[in-house]
């Protein structure tokens, strides 16, 4: 007997007949004698929707409420889930009415405990009692994703996508012996099958490769899932919530084999929703750096590319990216320090822009990869806005209307079509 965390996406509750595939799937794998912990997203556009609500009332909504209603979405598929286990249970003759087999929870009532950091919180602990206590009388837990509470007890959630971490936060917590992630496509794929017809199936992924993929914007797992995941050594199966054929496997990089070491470029990520920012004419004082960068982060803006350049007459050009999601927010505040602390200084904003980004664990050890990146680029004609590198990543930031052709063109000449 396992006990397994099956966390199913919006689209795999998107619709009733979606969650009556659910309930039937979820109780098959209790029926194989596994214990199961089930956690649901939203249904499929539902959290949009809730945004899109919030942002009609005003462009930066409140944080506070704005977690509160966001998480609403959620609380839906919760209690329409653990209905149709128990219809489906009742059909199958496994309990008669009033019986209870499954049961509805949200992050509260798991002591799901995040900071406070609004829309994008962080775990901090979760009381698994509660848990375990239903699970070993034979229920199944159905707990809400994307959700947990501050110490305050206000409602917090975890930044889009977050079902997929608060499902691997759940099968830490309960010690469990596999963590699904059911969704809409039947595995990870060496970049995103919507933008490339010719991507390939993965059957195993390094944890470190896949973050890297994350946060090049590969949606297919939240970037923290797959960290918190490579940090207790939880094995994540992703799979199809439409098909029973084998998903794929992020693992531990020594339970891969040597063979892969040998794959140079491993995938290609895209991400349509960046935003580029320049200071221009910046006094070049690295106090000045320090305080911009300090009031970016105490408002939890996360930074990605930064490139700082020198004119010719002694002034600074900054520029850096952000997350759409952020860039009003990052606006609002580098104008408040022009007008403060940063007097004459230029700021300019461009968006939408596309990052693009390859990913191996195998680009260590090979020179000329980024070379080889940029002939690609630039053989279809892109041209690069900035670009920056990790180990086992380099990443271009480039129009946004050249993003497919763009990963189509890296996917092709990487090696990695279908
Ligand atoms: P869910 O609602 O189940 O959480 P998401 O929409 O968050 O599903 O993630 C699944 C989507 O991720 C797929 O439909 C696919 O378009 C996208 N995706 C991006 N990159 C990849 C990749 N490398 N492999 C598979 N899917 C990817
Ligand atoms: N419903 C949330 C979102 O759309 C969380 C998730 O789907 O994982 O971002
Ligand atoms: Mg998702």
Do not use: W
């Not at 539902?46 to 945004?51: A, I």
């Not at 959700?147 to 917590?173: F, H, K, M, Y």
């Not at 899932?225 to 939880?234: F, H, N, P, T, W």
Request: glycine share 8%; net charge neutral; with cysteine.
């Amino acid at each position: 007997m396992a006990l397994i965390v099956q966390k199913f996406g919006g689209t795999s509750v998107g619709t009733l007949e979606r969650i009556r595939a659910v309930a039937s799937h979820v109780l098959d794998t209790q029926a194989q004698g596994h214990q199961v912990a089930v956690v649901v997203s939203a249904m499929a556009g539902e959290t949009n929707r809730l945004v899109g609500l919030a942002h009609e009332l005003h462009p930066i909504p409140d944080s506070r409420e704005y977690d509160l209603l966001i998480a609403s979405g959620e609380q839906i598929s919760v209690g329409l889930v653990t209905l149709a286990i128990h219809a489906e249970a009742e059909r199958r003759g496994l309990i008669k009415r009033g019986d209870i087999r499954a049961v509805g929870l949200l992050g509260h009532q798991i002591g799901i405990r995040t900071d406070s950091v609004f829309s994008k919180a962080r775990i901090h602990a979760i009381d698994s009692t509660t848990l375990e206590g239903h699970l070993k009388l034979g229920r199944i837990p159905v707990i809400a994703g994307f959700q947990g509470v501050d110490p305050d007890n206000n409602i917090t959630t975890l930044g889009r996508g977050g079902s997929d971490t608060s499902a691997v936060a759940i099968a830490i917590a309960l010690q469990a012996d596999d963590c699904e992630i059911y969704t809409d496509v039947d595995g990870i794929y060496t970049t995103d099958p919507r933008i490339c017809p010719r991507a390939k199936k993965i059957e195993k992924i390094s944890f470190e490769e896949m973050m890297e993929l994350a946060s090049g914007g590969a949606k297919v797992l939240q970037i923290r899932s797959v960290e918190l995941a490579a940090k207790y050594r939880m094995p994540l199966h992703v799979r199809s919530s439409f098909s029973p054929v084998e998903g794929t496997r992020v693992v531990h990089q020594d339970l891969l084999g040597k063979a892969l070491e040998q794959v140079v470029v491993a995938g290609v990520a895209a991400d349509a929703s960046q935003v580029k920012f320049t200071l221009k004419r910046l006094k070049n004082d690295s106090e000045l750096l320090a305080k911009i960068f300090g009031e970016l982060s105490n408002a939890a803006i996360v930074v990605d590319v930064i490139v700082q350049d020198i004119a010719t007459d002694g002034t600074m050009a900054l520029s850096f990216t952000v997350g759409q999601t952020d860039h009003l927010k990052t606006r609002d505040i580098l104008n408040k320090l022009r007008d403060t602390v940063l007097p004459n200084v230029v700021v300019e904003d461009r968006a939408p822009l596309a990052k693009v980004s390859i990913v191996g664990v195998g680009m260590q050890h090979h020179p000329g990869v980024a070379s080889k990146m940029f002939g690609l680029l630039s053989a279809e004609k892109i041209g690069i806005e900035l670009i920056t590198t990790s180990e086992i990543k380099i990443s271009c930031l480039i129009e946004n209307a050249r993003m497919k052709d763009a990963v189509n063109a890296l996917h092709r000449g990487f090696g990695l079509d279908a």
